[in-house]
């Protein structure tokens, strides 16, 4: 099978690329810089150097059977360039893979499949670019807080732990987040494209239901400072954060039921403070390798 993969060398797209790759699929990913080009090629990954103003890579998306949507792009024009690549995407007529999130679902639950719409999503037009892929019989992945390997928003808490000896949380952290481990989440993608059958809203989360707090703990054990926090209140938060401290300030609970029983998908990790550790290591590695 040939998939194309936007956001390549991004946090879940390179996941995602690499794979598709060890399944034996040949994986065209596109980036936004000649940097990238090497490190994913000795992954036995085909590069195209574009991005998401420049559609110039759509020759290269219409010889994929699947399209697999993971860019992203923090500026003023995130949601314009989403809609312009989804608009991309789906004018090929190929089985399309969008990837949201779980902060669509707003605070509480818990929230299934179901409920994908009835919430207060952090950013409403995402919806309504999730309503566009379904509408168009493609699949919507909304993973949890993803965490493992070179990224994620556990980096915050190595982070500060290291360079400040306290890991940052907003509030006091007894809300719980919705999670996924990395490689966990780059297989429910793998299971989704070969499921050419299968369409639809899938949440990629684990399950777990640790506290906020516990996670940013044992994460500030791993990175040597002793479980110790640094409490955030929401104003400082934004100030650090932008529109993010919303998501990181988020109670939810979200079930995972349907990609385990119509794609087979069974997270191995169970959360994150186990291993806490081992993703730290994993984490300040790859600071240096890339």
């Given at each position: 099978?040939?998939?194309?993969?936007?956001?390549?060398?991004?946090y879940?797209?390179?996941?995602?690329?690499?794979?598709?790759?060890?399944?034996?699929?040949?994986v065209?990913g596109?980036?936004?810089?000649?940097a990238?080009?090497?490190?994913?090629?000795?992954?036995?990954?085909?590069?195209?150097?574009?991005?998401m103003?420049?559609?110039?890579?759509?020759?290269?998306?219409?010889?994929?059977?699947?399209?697999?949507?993971?860019a992203?792009?923090?500026?003023?024009?995130?949601q314009?360039?989403?809609?312009?690549?989804?608009?991309?995407?789906?004018?090929?007529?190929?089985?399309?893979?969008?990837?949201?999130?779980?902060?669509?679902?707003?605070?509480?639950?818990?929230f299934?499949?179901?409920?994908?719409?009835?919430?207060?999503?952090?950013?409403?037009?995402?919806?309504?670019?999730?309503?566009?892929?379904?509408?168009?019989?493609?699949?919507?992945?909304?993973?949890?807080?993803?965490?493992?390997?070179?990224?994620?928003?556990?980096?915050?808490?190595?982070?500060g732990?290291?360079?400040?000896?306290?890991?940052?949380?907003?509030?006091?952290?007894?809300?719980?987040?919705?999670?996924?481990?990395?490689?966990?989440?780059?297989?429910?993608?793998?299971?989704?494209a070969e499921?050419?059958?299968?369409?639809?809203?899938?949440?990629?989360?684990?399950?777990?239901?640790?506290?906020?707090?516990?996670?940013?703990?044992?994460?500030?054990?791993?990175?040597?400072?002793?479980?110790?926090?640094?409490?955030?209140?929401?104003?400082?938060?934004?100030?650090?954060?932008?529109?993010?401290?919303?998501?990181?300030?988020?109670?939810?609970?979200?079930?995972?039921?349907?990609?385990?029983?119509?794609?087979?998908?069974?997270?191995?990790?169970?959360?994150?403070p186990?291993?806490?550790?081992?993703?730290f290591?994993?984490?300040?590695?790859?600071k240096?390798?890339?």
């Amino acid at each position: 099978m040939k998939v194309f993969v936007t956001g390549a060398s991004g946090y879940i797209g390179r996941a995602v690329a690499e794979a598709l790759r060890r399944r034996g699929h040949r994986v065209t990913g596109l980036v936004r810089s000649d940097a990238k080009v090497k490190g994913l090629e000795a992954r036995e990954i085909e590069v195209i150097v574009g991005d998401m103003r420049d559609a110039a890579w759509r020759g290269a998306a219409s010889g994929a059977d699947v399209l697999i949507h993971c860019a992203v792009e923090y500026s003023a024009d995130y949601q314009a360039l989403d809609r312009k690549t989804i608009d991309t995407l789906l004018g090929l007529k190929k089985r399309t893979i969008y990837t949201s999130g779980v902060w669509q679902y707003g605070p509480g639950g818990p929230f299934t499949e179901e409920e994908a719409f009835s919430g207060k999503p952090l950013m409403p037009w995402r919806s309504e670019h999730e309503r566009l892929v379904l509408a168009a019989k493609g699949v919507v992945i909304r993973p949890g807080c993803v965490y493992g390997g070179a990224g994620g928003l556990t980096g915050l808490w190595f982070q500060g732990a290291l360079e400040r000896k306290a890991a940052p949380i907003v509030g006091d952290g007894a809300n719980r987040w919705a999670v996924v481990q990395l490689d966990d989440l780059a297989d429910l993608y793998v299971r989704a494209a070969e499921a050419s059958s299968a369409g639809g809203l899938f949440n990629g989360v684990d399950g777990s239901r640790f506290t906020v707090r516990e996670m940013a703990e044992a994460a500030s054990r791993a990175a040597g400072a002793n479980g110790a926090l640094k409490e955030l209140g929401y104003a400082e938060a934004e100030k650090l954060y932008g529109p993010m401290a919303h998501g990181l300030a988020i109670d939810q609970h979200v079930e995972g039921m349907k990609a385990k029983e119509a794609l087979g998908w069974a997270p191995g990790f169970r959360g994150f403070p186990a291993d806490a550790d081992r993703f730290f290591a994993s984490w300040n590695a790859a600071k240096t390798h890339q």
